[in-house]
């Protein structure tokens, strides 16, 4: 497939949108445990915000993909079975949910709604947390299974490809916590770098099981059965046009197989092992900053590759009827 | 149920792109609205089409064989690219089975491209929406035309007669009768959307006349006319005895 800029930035911000906001959850949900001590609430507030715009920029992002964007709303109407209607219903929702999240603790609007039977309250922001954590995932299970449900697009369709795209998200949303707890309150700091640097260290397994899996993969489709012609050797001589066309500029990423190597590497140094080396200087620094910056950012940049390589390698059986064009 | 298709033979099909050229015409002066081009009069031309035909070489040099290969999306019975749409704008018609996308609702996400297997989709550069065969919907129903004319373009144009329209769920139909007696086939059957267009295969044609058939064995002297007649004492001209 052709890797589409538009998606490629819309699936890594709402990711980390999302992993940040998990994040600071699960931050106030260790302090209502009294795991951690209470975190000033503008902390959340600051942090929601942070997230938003995260996901505001993928939603912009996202705009960039369609051909028609003034028709976007349309888009909600087919939740009962696509995939990407449902991502488009979930994502608002979730950005509202982060919005209230914030604004509840921005303007200390936080009374409590229910007490556990052990007298601790339920307060106004677990409530929304919790929806918004499960609305989190939920939006992760929906843009992965945006792939994962196409049944013949092989190297997606696996489970792999949805717990990929919350690890991956949840990784670099908790290496932003990280780095924005450096400026904001620098007690959280180290809590939210091994969080990351543990993030980081599985989602690398679960991305290298998919490369594994992937690089086994055996073509179910081939020439033969594309025009049900039972010969070992046919060869292309015309694809019925000379300058190209939709088939042509969507499904190939036209780019030699040693580039496509080359970004598999680099966003494994990337995305995973130098971000965790940095993670972990920052777990014991004395002045983390400038290492979790530098982790946020490169881990970042690894994971556009991540995606872009996502997309280029699949290979769509259509490709078996544009082989040459004479 | 009616499920109407196409049935294209590949036997006969001599590549002479007649049908992608009507499809283009036809579709493109209709209601809704142009197929544009992009460059065409420039290098690499481009542009939407419903309908293509490719060629192939089965097999290898001398014995190769050329294989014209017209294309176009398949109405499968289960399509794969109606449910993801986000927008309903594709659907399968329940009374046809034909696949058709509303452009006045599509979005031009191309995701249901990406979930055909066929690659039978195409987008519009100019109207940014997703284009695909219609099988003709706005000529087959149109009663104004002639029950000859209401067939779809491609379907008329051929001069082979490679290209059969019907319903293939009809017992009785054209296409049924064709895709029974002559080996129709699906393509890409190993992803169950059980397309409703479907291809008939190559056949070797082989005349199998045996020289006693070509001339005759009891016509020695190559005279036509009556026979010699033999004398009662002498033998008959069967296999059962000789002069
Ligand atoms: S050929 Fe492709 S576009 Fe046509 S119905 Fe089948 S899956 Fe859909
Ligand atoms: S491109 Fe149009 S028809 Fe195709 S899935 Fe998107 S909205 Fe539906």
Redesign the pocket.
């Known amino acids: 497939m052709k890797p589409a800029f538009s998606v490629i930035f819309l699936t890594t911000l709402i990711g980390a949108g999302q992993g940040l906001f998990l994040a600071l959850f699960t931050a106030e949900s260790y302090a209502a445990f009294g795991l951690l001590s209470p975190q000033p609430t503008s902390f959340y507030a600051l942090g929601s915000a942070c997230a938003l715009l995260f996901l505001a920029g993928g939603l912009v992002a996202s705009f960039f993909h369609l051909g028609r964007p003034e028709r976007a709303w349309r888009a909600a109407a087919q939740w009962r079975t696509s995939w990407l209607s449902r991502e488009v219903i979930v994502l608002p929702a979730f950005m509202g949910t982060v919005f209230l999240y914030g604004a509840a603790h921005g303007l200390g609007v936080n009374p409590a709604l229910a007490r556990l039977p052990s007298g601790a309250p339920i307060n106004l922001t677990a409530v929304l947390g919790a929806a918004g954590t499960l609305l989190a995932f939920a939006l992760y299970v929906c843009t992965g299974m945006v792939y994962a449900c196409l049944r013949f697009l092989r190297e997606w369709h696996t489970p792999l490809t949805v717990i990929n795209y919350i690890l991956l998200g949840g990784a670099s949303g908790f290496a932003f916590a990280a780095l924005f707890s450096a400026w904001a309150l620098p007690g959280l700091t180290r809590f939210y770098a091994g969080w990351a640097l543990a993030i980081a260290f599985i989602a690398m397994v679960g991305r290298v099981a998919a490369l594994v899996r992937n690089a086994r993969l055996k073509p179910k489709s081939t020439l033969q059965s594309a025009l049900g012609i039972k010969h070992p050797r046919i060869v292309q001589k015309a694809q019925g046009a000379m300058g190209g066309s939709f088939n042509t500029r969507e499904f190939f990423h036209g780019q030699p197989d040693a580039l496509l190597s080359m970004v598999k590497w680099f966003f494994l140094a990337f995305a995973f092992i130098v971000p965790m080396a940095l993670l972990s200087v920052a777990t014991v620094s004395e002045a983390p900053a400038p290492s979790l910056t530098a982790a946020f950012i490169i881990q970042f940049a690894g994971l556009l590759a991540e995606r872009w390589f996502f997309f280029a390698q699949a290979s769509h059986p259509q490709n078996l009827y544009y082989q040459s064009v004479a | 149920m009616t499920q109407l298709a196409l049935v294209i033979d590949l036997n006969v099909c001599v590549g002479c792109h007649a049908c992608v050229t009507n499809c283009k015409e036809w579709n493109t002066s209709g209601p809704a609205g142009p197929m544009v081009d992009q460059n065409p009069y420039d290098k690499n031309p481009t542009g939407t089409f419903f309908n293509r035909v490719q060629t192939f070489e089965v097999g290898e040099f001398p014995n190769t064989e050329t294989v014209h290969f017209p294309k176009s999306?398949?109405?499968?019975e289960d399509?794969?690219?109606?449910p993801v749409c986000p927008t309903g704008a594709s659907y399968?018609r329940k009374e046809d089975g034909i696949?058709l996308v509303d452009y006045d609702k599509c979005i031009g996400c191309k995701y249901?491209s990406w979930?055909?297997?066929?690659g039978?989709?195409e987008f519009d550069e100019a109207q940014k929406i997703m284009k695909?065969?219609t099988l003709c919907v706005d000529r087959i129903y149109d009663k104004s035309m002639t029950e000859e004319e209401r067939r779809p373009a491609c379907v008329r144009a051929c001069p082979t007669s490679a290209r059969l329209f019907g319903d293939i769920h009809d017992p009785e139909s054209e296409v049924s009768r064709a895709i029974r007696e002559a080996g129709g086939y699906p393509l890409m059957p190993e992803w169950g959307?059980s397309?409703a267009n479907h291809y008939l295969p190559r056949r070797k044609i082989k005349l199998r006349i045996r020289h006693d058939e070509i001339e005759r064995a009891d016509n020695p002297l190559k005279i036509d006319g009556l026979l010699p007649k033999p004398d009662k004492a002498e033998p008959a001209l069967d296999d059962v005895t000789s002069w």
Not at chain 2, 73 to 76: A, D, N, S, T
Not at chain 2, 79 to 82: G, I, L, M, R, T
Not at chain 2, 115 to 118: E, L
């Open positions: 999306c398949l109405h499968c399509p794969p690219c109606v399968k696949v249901c979930a055909c297997p066929y039978a989709r695909k065969c959307t397309p």
